[in-house]
């Protein structure tokens, strides 16, 4: 059984940085795509960023382009989420997910693992 695990959420001042990690276990890192998604309080689950599972293209919504930076390792079946220049509105629990397939999508439907989220929190 696959299973996710994220790390590194936490509380933060606006403008610092982040550094978020998922580790996949029971199953093969590198057959999978992998999405980082974001729930703010009140609000649906939405797509960050996406990574191909060949580490060769990556995607990410308007909002965080230029300041997130997704990669993976697939020597340790990890991905990671680099947020930098965070602002409050970046606040939320923030979910990995892995898909079969060469390619991430968007859409949180088209994911057939999660992990149980890690809670990022960006002050003013």
């Known amino acids: 059984q696959v299973q996710l695990v994220e790390s590194g959420g936490g509380l933060v001042q606006a403008g610092g940085s982040l550094r978020l990690s998922c580790a996949l276990s029971?199953?093969?890192?590198?057959?999978?795509?992998m999405g980082w998604f974001r729930q703010a309080p009140g609000k649906e689950r939405e797509f960050v960023a996406g990574i191909a599972r060949s580490d060769t293209t990556t995607d990410y919504t308007d909002s965080v382009k230029g300041r997130l930076t997704i990669s993976r390792d697939n020597a340790k079946n990890t991905v990671f989420l680099q947020m930098n220049s965070l602002k409050p509105e970046d606040t939320g629990i923030y979910y990995c997910?892995?898909?079969?397939?060469?390619?991430?999508?968007?859409?949180?439907?088209?994911?057939?693992?999660w992990g149980q989220g890690t809670q990022v929190t960006v002050s003013s």
């Open positions: 997910a892995a898909r079969p397939g060469s390619y991430y999508y968007v859409y949180k439907k088209d994911y057939a693992y």
């Open positions: 029971g199953g093969t890192f590198s057959v999978y795509a």
